[in-house]
């Protein structure tokens, strides 16, 4: 009989399905149809569906995780950002990061970087529920294309390294993204808000009250 009850309360890991998680910052509207032009543009020109189908944004941190653990998440998450601030995004030009990819580079990377760093807490609790570790975006970027041709690769980046690309954004949320599987629809299932940038008027203010 206990060997029956142990059997029972036995946990299959392999059972679980595992959805994938995005944590992104999505884009205004006019930069992202700027993106979006750019994908259109790579697939014809070359005649392939070879850009990256998955929306316009920064992705800070992706990971594997089952649905029942969401709400820890979303716990978790929410602890970290409500202590970070808002930032300003630089986008310039075009760039290939990592190789035989085509992608915009965010010139600004020591915000991202500050918000990953605070996030190896949420990895501890994803691993310690058997989940693959987070994969976090140490360099932060907007794809277009990924995993080219060496041939097509090389025309793509000598018809882009013709273009500019230049825009600047605030961010003041980040989005937390779930899809079954990669490429298909993403679902926004979070937004968590950061704190609002202190104006240099607002400082002064609090400087002289003082």
Known sequence: METSEKANTSFDWAQIVLQEYLLVVQLPLPISTEVRTAKETVNRMFHQQIAEKSGPHIVLASFYASEAM???????????????????????????LPSRSLNIRVQNQ??????????????N????????????FFYPHISIAEHMPVDLYF???????????????????????????????????????????????????????K
Not at 75 to 91: A, D, M, N, P, T
């Open 155 to 209: 025309d793509t980046m000598m018809e882009f390294s013709q273009k500019t690309f230049h825009e600047t954004f605030m961010v003041d949320t980040l989005v937390l993204l779930r899809r079954s599987r990669v490429y298909n629809v993403e679902k926004r299932i979070q937004v968590f808000t950061l704190q609002p940038e202190t104006s240099f008027i607002e400082n002064s203010l609090l400087t002289t009250e």
């Open 70 to 96: 969401e709400d820890t998440i979303f716990r978790y998450v929410h602890r970290i950002l409500k202590s970070q601030k808002s930032f300003e995004v630089v986008l310039n030009n075009y760039g290939s």
């Open 125 to 136: 609790y994803i691993v310690s529920c058997h989940c693959p570790p987070v994969h976090f």
């Open 110 to 123: 020591a915000p991202f970087k500050q918000i990953i760093t605070a996030l190896k807490a949420v990895e």
